[in-house]
Each structure stands twice: as structure tokens, then as C-alpha cells.
């Protein structure tokens, strides 16, 4: 299960509870035996002395999605998963609220792990998804993943 044929963007904050109906949904798989999962979360760092208080996400969806499916291949047949789901958030996500989300479930924790953080890395390396950090008078500069 590559996806779940659902699409990678969620418009504003992704809601905690998604991780649990992941879970769930996938839980009647009696051939997984473990779940890894990341839930990234904008943080208030400081720009210019003030702190982030969202980031405004924007992507090419199109492209962005083409490359979510080459990328979830490729870990899936590395790690050996058996299923997958990334969410990134688009438009307005407030300091504290979730933007990223990756969860990964295997026959055994090792890749259901590895697999996950192969994933995160790889969004945050590859995608063409841009954030705006805004600070709390209105000033912005573009966010440099890391």
C-alpha cells in the first residue's frame, strides 16, 4: 500500500488524529508487526531576533506529487513495507501546529524505523514544497530546510 491513493498535501495544520486512523485502517494486517511514524511541527524559531509565529507552505503539487510516488517506491521496495502515508501541509500552518506527517508499518520495527526516517529525509531533501516563515510583525523570509 503505496499511499493509500490518497493526496500528499493537507490544506492548513494536519490534525494529530490522522496518525491514529492510519493505525487503525491498517491495524487488520496481520502481517505487520510494527509501525514507525514522524509528526513535524513548526516551531517559534527566531528570525531577526522575533519569533516564527507560521509558515505559509506552497508547492508545485503536480511535480511534488510525482516525486512523492518515486520516493515512497523506492523506500517501500528498500525497506520492505508494507504500507506508507505522507502528509505535508499547504497554505498557513501556525507555531505549534503539526505540517509533516510519515508513518510506515512493516513485519518488524527495524524497517518500519528506517524506512520512516529514509522518508522524512528524503521530503525534506527532494520535494519541491516551499515555506514561508513569518514572524510576528508581518516580516517573512523563505525557510531552508534541514
Not at 91 to 109: D, Q
Request: charged residues 20%; contains cysteine.
Amino acid at each position: 500500500m503505496i499511499l493509500q491513493g490518497e493526496q500528499l498535501f493537507h490544506q492548513g495544520a494536519i490534525p494529530a488524529g490522522k496518525l491514529a486512523d492510519y493505525i487503525q485502517q491498517w491495524g487488520g494486517d496481520h502481517s505487520t508487526g510494527a509501525f514507525a511514524s514522524f509528526l513535524g511541527q513548526v516551531r517559534a524559531d527566531l528570525v531577526n531576533n522575533e519569533p516564527v509565529t507560521a509558515i505559509e507552505y506552497t508547492a508545485y503539487e503536480t511535480m511534488a506529487e510525482e516525486k512523492m510516488q518515486e520516493i515512497a517506491t523506492g523506500v517501500q521496495q528498500q525497506y520492505g513495507l508494507n504500507a506508507l502515508q505522507v502528509k505535508h501541509s499547504l497554505g498557513l500552518v501556525r507555531s505549534g501546529e503539526i505540517c509533516l506527517m510519515v508513518i510506515t508499518a512493516s513485519a518488524h520495527r527495524k524497517a518500519a524505523i528506517e524506512g520512516c526516517n529514509e522518508l522524512v529525509e528524503r521530503v525534506k531533501k527532494e520535494l519541491p514544497i516551499w515555506g514561508k516563515e513569518i514572524t510576528g510583525s508581518a516580516n517573512h523570509q523563505w525557510k531552508i530546510n534541514q
